[in-house]
């Protein structure tokens, strides 16, 4: 059965309510006439570059993998016990904040979103929340904090959540924060690895990064969150799974790389439709398309799909930076997002569809236009 979930409080939509779920808030509710706009976006990044090819000359057993051809990662940053969770996650969100221009004490809301939470090493934690240490270190002591766990489809499911509170009046300004040490899963998976059916082959594509969202109330109508759409097909949920094995630190992953790909193949298009009919727009509407970044060869042939399935394509081709940064779990969109903005890639006003893939199987759409402010930031020449 397909799920649509809106992840705010305990509320769980079924398919029954998908329009409540994709149209605007405003237009379901006439007394909450607010708008979602991207106040700032900031990323954190290990000093550490990790080759593909000098993680593989680090595995026990000889594999004959040629992991750099096969999945078009050169390299990705790692830390080597310099940073972890909390700093990533700290360091994104003063970055976010000085991007912005915001203070810290301006945040109603702190939302952490990582899949790792670790904090001095391997150290998972569970209580108190990652969120609430987040908040103190930058100086949020006014804000509501707590995490939101969905696997790498974290971030945009605490931006649904955000945006929807926003939107309603219930805030004004959320931080959606998550610091990703997740490389810890290639180096377990190294020493197992034996040939390219591995089920742990796709934990060699992992990278570390903190990254940083601030959304904030604008008047309706303004540039910002246009609609925001997620589907969990939960018949996929094994097919990815992560968990503490044996004597390896933190934790090892089981993939099923080709399965995921093809469920994700089979089932976006439907969400897709969905948002664009909601949006009324068509796919070449769309400017840009931040895809979750797995692998550059998975990316695309699913954007080759996506304009087979709709006889068009978006006006752009697809943004990839796993080439350089690896899959770097929930934070990969916005990592995506800023090197767009940093190269002069994204104008005001442009579409750009963020779209989640993730464990469970999550399959989200966020669609949302920049403005000359925000993008102003980041360097654009106008």
């Known amino acids: 059965m397909i799920l649509l979930t809106v992840t705010a409080a305990t509320h769980d939509?079924?398919?029954?309510?998908?329009?409540?779920?994709?149209?605007?808030?405003?237009?379901?509710?006439?007394?909450?006439?607010?708008?979602?706009?991207?106040?700032?976006?900031?990323?954190?990044?290990?000093?550490?570059?990790?080759?593909?090819?000098?993680?593989?000359?680090?595995?026990?057993?000889?594999?004959?993998?040629?992991?750099e051809r096969l999945t078009g990662i050169r390299e990705r940053r790692v830390s080597v016990g310099d940073e972890d969770s909390y700093s990533l996650a700290t360091g994104a969100a003063l970055d976010c904040l000085?991007?912005?221009?915001?203070?810290?004490?301006?945040?109603?809301?702190?939302?952490?979103?990582?899949?790792?939470?670790?904090?001095?090493?391997?150290?998972?934690?569970?209580?108190?929340?990652?969120?609430?240490?987040?908040?103190?270190?930058?100086?949020?002591?006014?804000?509501?904090?707590?995490?939101?766990?969905?696997?790498?489809?974290?971030?945009?499911?605490?931006v649904t959540v955000a945006n929807n509170w926003i939107r309603q009046g219930s805030i004004?300004?959320?931080?959606?924060?998550?610091?990703?040490?997740?490389?810890?899963?290639?180096?377990?998976?190294?020493?197992?690895?034996?040939?390219?059916?591995?089920?742990?082959?796709?934990?060699?594509?992992?990278?570390?990064?903190?990254?940083?969202?601030?959304?904030?109330?604008?008047?309706?109508?303004s540039a910002g969150i246009t609609l925001a759409g997620f589907t969990t097909v939960a018949d996929y949920s094994r097919l990815c799974m992560g968990y503490p094995k044996g004597s390896d630190p933190g934790a090892r992953m089981f993939t099923d790389a080709r399965g995921i790909h093809r469920?994700?193949?089979?089932?976006?298009?439907?969400?897709?439709?969905?948002?664009?009919?909601?949006?009324?727009?068509?796919?070449?509407?769309?400017?840009?398309?931040?895809?979750?970044?797995?692998?550059?060869?998975?990316?695309?042939?699913?954007?080759?799909r996506m304009s087979e399935v709709f006889g068009d394509s978006p006006r752009h081709d697809a943004v990839i930076t796993v080439d350089h940064y690896g899959n770097t779990a929930s934070t990969t969109h916005t990592v995506a997002l800023i090197e767009e903005l940093e190269a002069r890639h994204i104008r005001p006003g442009e579409t750009v569809a963020l779209i989640a893939l993730a464990s469970g199987l999550e399959i989200g759409v966020v669609l949302l236009t920049l403005d000359e402010e925000l993008v102003d930031r980041y360097g654009h020449d106008n």
């Not at 954190?44 to 026990?60: G, I, N, Q, Y």
């Not at 082959?201 to 990064?209: E, K």
Request: proline fraction near 3%; aromatic fraction near 4%.
């Open 13 to 67: 939509y079924t398919m029954a309510d998908k329009r409540w779920l994709m149209m605007e808030p405003s237009s379901r509710n006439p007394k909450a006439p607010y708008g979602t706009r991207v106040a700032g976006a900031g990323r954190h990044l290990p000093f550490t570059h990790l080759t593909s090819d000098a993680l593989m000359s680090s595995t026990r057993h000889h594999t004959h993998i040629d992991l």
């Open 98 to 158: 000085d991007k912005a221009q915001r203070e810290a004490r301006s945040l109603d809301a702190v939302i952490s979103c990582s899949i790792t939470k670790f904090r001095g090493g391997l150290t998972q934690w569970v209580e108190p929340t990652m969120s609430g240490a987040v908040a103190r270190a930058i100086g949020a002591d006014k804000a509501m904090t707590f995490d939101l766990s969905n696997a790498c489809a974290g971030m945009l499911s605490g």
């Open 172 to 221: 004004e300004r959320a931080l959606i924060v998550s610091g990703e040490y997740i490389s810890q899963l290639g180096q377990n998976a190294a020493q197992h690895i034996r040939t390219i059916m591995s089920k742990e082959l796709a934990s060699l594509t992992l990278g570390d990064a903190g990254a940083a969202l601030l959304l904030e109330r604008a008047p309706a109508g």
């Open 263 to 304: 469920a994700a193949m089979s089932n976006t298009p439907m969400l897709l439709h969905e948002v664009l009919d909601e949006a009324g727009i068509s796919i070449h509407d769309i400017d840009h398309v931040i895809t979750h970044q797995t692998s550059a060869r998975a990316i695309r042939k699913g954007m080759a």
